[in-house]
Nanobody, 124 residues
């Protein structure tokens, strides 16, 4: 059974940092590109960051570029999202996804598997 389990969310003041983890079970994570999405209250789920199979290429939405860093450890079946300089606008549920093949990392419909999400709240 495939499971993606996010952790590390919480409440932080503006300007603070959080590190989200996505632990993957039931698949060989090195065969999947991975991505993080977020869903602010009352809004659609939006793409945040993506990473290729080996971690040699990373991609970011403009809203988080320079503040967030995605990384992966295939030996540990782990994908991380380091978030710095957090803003109230970053408040959302954060979800990791696993994508097989060559679909667009930025499209939610490209992904094969999803986690249940972890909540991030940034207070002003």
């Amino acid at each position: 059974q495939v499971q993606l389990i996010e952790s590390g969310g919480g409440t932080v003041q503006a300007g603070g940092s959080l590190r989200l983890s996505c632990t993957v079970a039931g698949l060989t994570v090195s065969r999947y590109r991975m991505g993080w999405f977020r869903q602010p209250p009352g809004k659609e789920r939006e793409w945040v960051a993506g990473i290729n199979w080996s971690g040699s290429y990373t991609y970011y939405a403009d809203a988080v570029k320079g503040r967030f860093t995605i990384s992966r450890d295939n030996a540990k079946n782990l994908v991380l999202l380091q978030m710095r300089s957090l803003e109230p606008e970053d408040t959302a549920g954060y979800y990791c996804g696993a994508l097989s093949g060559y679909g667009d990392l930025r499209r939610r419909t490209s992904y094969d598997y999803w986690g249940q999400g972890t909540q991030v709240t940034v207070s002003s």
